[in-house]
């Protein structure tokens, strides 16, 4: 069962605000109705509105009641949504309020006494019962970094990226001149990226940013991830609050630890809190009119549900000799040339570009950066002898990390093989 109470303590209540208040406490229930809490054993929540002269618009919560690991993740998850509405629609409330949730009729009749001054009351919550403290979420929207024409991609990369960024700019067209806002209320705008590292994803996110005019939150798992139970989900709720005011970009990187497949045989608690952030990761992208750009390297562990809610998918492929003879001279800064370094030809730029082979477009600028160092220990213009040189030992170090990365992929599918097959035999120790 859930309630609503409203107690009007400045005793200024229009009618036309409580039917306002009685309006949001309506969609309050609603989101405490959802069916993804795990708070079956709860029969009674109740949600109180105190109009006050100090009141500061946050929820306040009392919870005697000692709540099992994935509760604690449901709760959380239920008051970062109420939360988040009350952050959305305070500006339309007229009076100062505070709001307070129970989740049994003991604590709901305690609260309501102390709402109309008949006792005093210290509240317990689940947040800081045990004296943890709440960790900050260190996102900053923030003036995107790359514009159009500081990347080479591919014809059809470029291209994708090019449409991509159109459609975003367009899509007011088909929700508001064409009326499509009808069939589906909130745009949906989700870009996904993928391919090998260092081939521009990150660059083209920044870049979508750039032209559409937008700031950009960069966020990984490791933003959103938290060491308190139930933290995460709301991490990422904040994410999106912060994206949705700032009216930025929100850009996830190693996004299938987002969006990889749910785990149906949920053994540890670490696989609840992992369903859980993906059930809510896929609400708020229903939910928010925002702008989000995923990145991988790994879109085959993307689950199902992610692939139907994605506007754009883009593949970055690994440059060819000719693309990465262009990445070679955009990356050798103009300055050089002004200082009197020779400009490559051709055969010299073929040469370079054949060393690099295999290169994203992050190793082609480690590279040059390695072929500067060089000449600047030496104390003289960088050449095309000393860029050979650099290019050389970088190719020297990179077929020999990725001798060893290719070994421990081919060893790991090999046995990824034979354990599904159950081709294996016991060893026994002598």
Aim: with cysteine; charged share 35%.
């Amino acid at each position: 069962m859930i309630k609503t109470e409203i107690i009007d303590k400045s005793q200024e209540l229009t009618k036309d605000s409580k039917q306002e208040l009685e309006h949001f406490a309506q969609s309050v229930v609603e989101i405490i109705g959802r069916q993804d809490y795990g708070l079956k054993r709860f029969e009674s929540i109740c949600f109180f509105i105190e109009v006050v002269e100090s009141g500061k618009n946050e929820l306040n919560i009392e919870c005697e009641t000692e709540l099992s690991h994935e509760e604690k993740i449901g709760f959380s998850l239920m008051c970062s949504r109420i939360q988040f509405l009350i952050e959305k629609t305070k500006g339309d409330f007229k009076n100062n309020l505070d709001f307070y949730i129970t989740t049994n009729e003991k604590d709901a009749e305690k609260v309501r006494k102390v709402l109309n001054g008949e006792a005093k009351i210290q509240s317990i919550t689940q947040n800081n019962k045990n004296g943890k403290n709440i960790e900050p979420l260190l996102l900053e929207a923030k003036n995107p970094r790359f514009k159009m024409e500081q990347i080479e991609l591919d014809k059809k990369a470029e291209k994708a990226l090019k449409e991509a960024i159109i459609l975003i700019q367009k899509r007011g067209i088909i929700y508001d001149d064409w009326g499509f806002r009808e069939i589906d209320e909130i745009p949906k705008t989700i870009i996904n990226f993928y391919g090998k590292p260092g081939t521009g994803k990150t660059m083209s996110a920044h870049i979508i940013a750039s032209e559409l005019g937008k700031k950009i939150i960069s966020a990984n798992y490791s933003d959103i991830e938290s060491k308190y139970v139930g933290d995460a989900p709301k991490n990422l709720v904040k994410a999106f609050d912060l994206a949705e005011k700032q009216d930025a970009i929100l850009f996830f990187d190693e996004a299938d630890s987002f969006l990889s497949k749910r785990i149906t045989n949920v053994a540890q608690s670490a696989d609840q809190a992992a369903n859980s952030l993906r059930s809510e990761l896929l609400k708020l992208l229903e939910e928010r009119p925002i702008i989000v750009i995923f990145a991988t390297n790994l879109q085959e562990n993307y689950d199902k549900a992610f692939h139907s809610r994605i506007l754009r998918s883009i593949e970055f492929k690994l440059p060819k000799k000719n693309l990465r003879k262009r990445i070679i001279l955009r990356l050798i800064p103009k300055k050089l040339y002004e200082k009197g370094m020779v400009e490559f030809d051709d055969e010299q730029l073929n040469a370079l570009s054949s060393l690099t082979k295999g290169y994203g477009g992050r190793e082609i600028k480690n590279a040059v950066l390695r072929a500067l160092n060089m000449a600047v220990m030496d104390e003289v213009l960088p050449s095309f002898e000393i860029f050979k040189e650099a290019f050389k030992k970088a190719k020297k170090d990179f077929d020999k990390n990725h001798k060893e990365v290719k070994r421990k992929d081919t060893l790991g599918k090999k046995i990824g093989k034979n354990l599904k097959s159950k081709n294996y035999k016991k060893v026994r120790r002598k």
